[in-house]
């Protein structure tokens, strides 16, 4: 029997998208051959409450395992605004579903992060067969030990660790390094630990700022201190607060992350010569690191074996190095944080790292 399954990616790109939707796809005509057309929704959720998609072949998928991004677009589309009609009058989730019947699917492929698992687990409550597959350089989804995107994510943010090193090294500065991680640290942890970090702040830590001054003028005799710190991250005073109070205060700060602020407090504090650095979206460009193009392969296989069993409203995940996968229902919407007490966090402080708790 002969099946049409669409495949889209939302929210931010990252590596490992295109290898994913490689392994699905060879994997599906592996194993069904003529039997499978394969449909591609472009710009994510956007494209299809618009209709946009083209039916593709074989061809379309060879070269692209190395390739960074994604060759069907991706868009952000909020999970909050779903259920909302806007100025443009349309309902977005019954024009999803008449995009799915009019594609004349029989399953559909959402590779993203949380929100792009929130609608994922909406249109499988809809009655539409869905499966997610798990994509984000912030390694914050719940249920999986580990996200397509993040390894890569580690390995270039290590190289700017690494390289910030001499120069920092060079005039004797404090280097503040902004890492990607709205909520959760995961990877400025990881980074922060391979490149070396003196000091790693991440959301789920509240830092002091005299704590963090203190480990600074402690490496005094070193010549220079590197921070790791999170986007995401807050101090003491600010975790007290709400999220939109935060969002306020920072706004009249003129501040759009805790970073600059930082920096500037650590040199009023210390009088040290301080300098920040934000690699920002260079974190997730590029080719796929070895490791992701194996785990996204591996996903996108499991992907095809659940289409093949006919198994839906499922997301997969790696879950005690297994390939698996959890029901929708029970992962979207959940966040994956650093636990204060996880085991790299005790590598990191057994080695003098500074958190500024």
Not at 313 to 323: L, W
Request: glycine letters at 10%; hydrophobic letters at 40%; proline letters at 3%.
């Amino acid at each position: 029997m002969k099946k049409r399954v669409g495949i889209l990616t939302s929210g931010g790109d990252c590596p490992g998208l295109n290898a994913t939707i490689r392994g699905v796809a060879k994997a599906l005509y592996a194993r069904m051959g003529d039997n499978v057309e394969i449909i591609g929704i472009l710009n994510g959720y956007s494209g299809l409450i618009n209709g946009d998609y083209k039916e593709m072949c074989e061809d379309d998928f060879r070269g692209i395992l190395t390739l960074g991004g994604t060759i069907l677009g991706t868009k952000r589309t909020p999970f909050k605004l779903m259920r909302v009609v806007e100025e443009d009058k349309i309902d977005k989730v019954a024009a999803m579903k008449k995009t799915y019947k009019d594609a004349k699917l029989d399953c559909l492929l959402c590779l993203g992060g949380n929100g792009t698992h929130k609608t994922a687990n909406l249109l499988s409550q809809e009655g539409l067969n869905i499966i997610g597959l798990p994509k984000t350089i912030d390694n914050d989804i719940y249920g999986t030990d580990v996200t397509f995107g993040f390894h890569t994510a580690v390995d270039i943010a290590t190289d700017v660790i690494d390289r910030i090193h001499t120069t920092a090294g060079s005039h004797s500065r404090v280097m503040c390094i902004e890492i990607m991680g709205n909520k959760a640290g995961w990877l400025t942890l990881y980074s922060g630990i391979a490149g070396g970090a003196d000091m790693i702040v991440i959301p789920e830590i509240p830092y002091d700022i005299e704590k963090l001054a203190a480990a600074c003028e402690k490496r005094e005799s070193k010549g220079f201190s590197i921070l790791a710190v999170a986007e995401g991250a807050f101090d003491k005073e600010e975790a007290k607060l709400k999220k939109k109070e935060r969002a306020r205060l920072r706004a009249e700060q003129g501040l759009t992350t805790a970073t600059p602020r930082i920096a500037k407090q650590i040199e009023e504090l210390t009088g040290r010569e301080t300098r920040v650095c934000v690699p920002g979206h260079m974190l997730r460009g590029g080719s796929p690191s070895a490791y992701d193009r194996v785990l996204a392969t591996k996903f996108g296989v499991h992907a095809a074996e659940l289409i093949a069993a006919d198994k839906y409203g499922y997301a997969v995940a790696m879950i005690n190095e297994v390939v698996s996968e959890n029901p929708l229902s029970e992962v979207a919407g959940k966040t994956k944080f650093v636990p204060a007490d996880h085991q790299l966090v005790k590598t990191a402080k057994a080695l003098g790292v500074a958190f500024g708790d």
